[in-house]
């Protein structure tokens, strides 16, 4: 798990850092430039200061000034990013680079430590302003550094727009080694890439101009990587993020952070000698004929993540579809609430899965209100995905018997149906940030639910109703857009029913299902559809060393 702050953490962080005596600003600064000169030469080693005074340019770079150096183009922002960038200046001058510096903004108004380390600057070179870097229309450089603007970025950027379709272009253009063909520049951004809110991920939006900010190959950030890295468009406008120690403590009492889902521990799924039914087991509810495919995705996947035993319970039409298609999961007659009501007599039951391929029908309604303990029955915890989901939004009177052993997985269109108004929010054009992200709209849903939400997408979201919050990353090292594919959210749903059968709380099923689930998709890559999701468990599990 690592933690991800907002803007107002880390301030808060490194005030207290500073109140404290351990550190000063000044100190703060110099090791933040200074970790992205290492992070620089760690991320392309070929340029790294060699033996001799002046590294040599590697020859894929199309060198053309006389002195054959290595160059750096810094854009030096207003604050204290800024102030990064006239460190960065120094250190690549220092290490014998050709360095040209370009500020946005008036000196005279600088923070006091990025104003200092422009003076620090202006004693080894010259500083113009960004308008004359902008008005060559040559890139110069052979890495540019982004300090135009960090965790203050409070609204939108104007006159930047050339800028940011340029480093768009240079981005795009990738060529094995360096990341960029002959004559254009590695991008390097300093803590976030200029243009993105840190807490949100989403670009400040301007009408003329798309895209909205920097793009860049590498950012490096600071202490611990910050929201907007994960959440929304973030995580397009740079191909890789490095968090660089700035010798900074987090306390953990003075800052609730979001955190991301790693792998479990090696022996979380262990069986042990016991029987199949002390190993959990779930129930899923199928829809009617033609329908079942989601609920046997679901129970699939629920089987292959360990639950002892699964049945998928659907009405008398459906028996002899789904007795076709399974043989390890067992099937039961569930027409109405009465069946169920016999069904959940078995109280081995331990968890249920119900809403993928459903239907949106009376019996679907009384079912759900079975199951969320109308008429007495025992709450069980229980996975409400897809048709159950939309069900819960129609119904006030359901959505008010959700308990705090259930877990909801809506995908962004069903979480607009269940929480409009928080959808709104979070979806709404803003000016003024820090906007309102994926994390707080997830947050408010979950308390208003009272219970578990994971929110799907590229990035899943899941929080509790204490304000317990996660994220499983699916961007960068985890990318998988591959998972994007009918059918698998069905098997997620089925994966965290699994777990729950085992015995674990649900948030805690909820984030090793998601992470799981990716794992899985990462394990297959390309070509995938649902069905291999569960069968990539076993290979995922042995990895694992579980
Ligand atoms: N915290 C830490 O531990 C560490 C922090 N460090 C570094 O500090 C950075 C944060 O610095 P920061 O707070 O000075 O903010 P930053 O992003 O430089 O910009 C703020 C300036 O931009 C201005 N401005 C805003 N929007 C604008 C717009 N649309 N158009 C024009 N101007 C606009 C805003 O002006 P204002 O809104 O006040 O008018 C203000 O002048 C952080 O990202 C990291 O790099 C490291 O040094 C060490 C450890
Ligand atoms: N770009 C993406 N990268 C990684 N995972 C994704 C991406 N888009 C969607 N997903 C994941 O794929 C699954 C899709 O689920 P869902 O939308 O319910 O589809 P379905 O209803 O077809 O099963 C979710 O787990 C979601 O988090
Ligand atoms: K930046």
């Not at 660089?244 to 991301?260: A, F, H, M, Q, S």
């Not at 399974?326 to 569930?334: C, G, K, P, S, Y």
């Not at 649902?530 to 069968?535: H, N, T, W």
Request: aromatic share 8%; net charge negative; proline share 6%.
């Amino acid at each position: 798990m690592t933690e991800l702050l907002t803007a107002a953490q880390m301030r808060a962080i490194e005030a207290a850092a500073i109140a404290s005596g351990e550190v000063t600003g000044l100190e703060l600064m110099e090791r933040a430039g200074r970790g992205v000169v290492e992070a620089i030469f760690e991320e392309w080693p070929e340029l790294a200061p060699s033996w001799g005074p002046t590294p040599k340019p590697p020859e894929y770079l199309l060198q053309d000034d006389e002195e054959g150096k290595l160059r750096a183009v810094v854009l030096c922002g207003p604050g204290n990013n800024g102030g990064d960038g006239f460190v960065v200046a120094r250190l690549l001058h220092e290490a014998g680079w050709g360095v040209e510096v370009f500020l946005y903004g008036d000196a005279e108004k600088l923070p006091q430590d990025a104003r200092a380390n422009y003076e620090r600057w202006m004693k080894a070179g010259t500083i113009a302003m960004l308008d004359t870097y902008l008005a060559r229309r040559k890139w110069g450089c052979d890495i540019l550094i982004d300090a135009l603007f960090g965790t203050g970025l409070s609204r939108p950027l104007c006159g930047f727009g050339d800028l940011f379709w340029n480093t768009s272009d240079a981005r795009d253009c990738h060529v094995p080694q360096f990341g960029h063909p002959r004559g254009r520049p590695a991008i390097v951004s300093i803590d976030i890439t200029s243009g993105v809110c840190s807490d949100s991920g989403r670009a400040f939006n301007l009408e003329d101009c798309n895209p909205n900010a920097i793009s860049a190959h590498l950012t490096v950030t600071f202490h611990r990587a910050k929201l907007g890295h994960f959440l929304s468009e973030g995580p397009q406008y740079t191909d890789r993020v490095i968090v660089k120690d700035v010798g900074l403590t987090l306390r953990p009492n003075e800052v609730r952070p979001v955190v991301t889902i790693s792998a479990p521990y090696a022996n979380w799924l262990e069986k042990d000698d016991d029987h199949k039914y002390k190993h959990g087991h779930v129930l899923i509810l199928s829809g009617g004929v033609g329908s079942g495919g989601a609920a046997r995705l679901a129970a699939r996947g629920a089987l292959r993540i360990g639950a002892g035993v699964v049945t998928v319970g659907c009405p008398a039409a459906a028996l002899v579809e789904n007795a076709a298609q399974l043989n390890a999961v067992m099937l039961r007659e569930i027409g109405d609430s009465g069946d169920l009501a016999d069904v959940l007599g078995d109280e081995r039951i331990n968890a249920l899965c119900v809403g993928p391929g459903l239907g949106l029908g009376d019996r679907e309604r009384e079912l759900v209100s079975f199951i969320l303990g109308e008429g007495g029955v025992k709450p069980r915890p229980t996975v409400l995905d897809a048709d159950a989901l939309t069900l819960l939004a129609a119904d006030q009177e359901l959505f008010s018997r959700l308990h705090s052993d259930c877990v909801l997985t809506p995908h962004a269109g069903e979480f607009a149906r269940l929480f409009p108004d928080i959808a709104e929010k979070l979806n709404a054009p803003s000016s003024v940030g820090p906007f309102y992200s994926k994390v707080d709209a997830t947050r408010d849903a979950a308390r208003r639910a009272g219970c578990v939400v994971l929110f799907k997408g590229a990035n899943t979201v899941i929080a509790d109703p204490k304000g317990g919050c996660s994220i499983n990353t699916s961007v960068y090292d985890r990318r998988a857009p591959w998972l994007a594919t009918a059918g698998s959210g069905d098997v997620l749903a089925g994966f965290i029913a699994g777990i729950m059968a085992r015995q674990f709380a649900p948030v805690y099923a909820a984030w090793m299902g998601a992470w799981l689930h990716t794992e899985c998709a990462i394990k297959f890559g390309p070509g995938l559809i649902a069905e291999d999701l569960p069968e990539q468990l076993p290979a995922v599990f042995r990895d694992l060393g579980v």
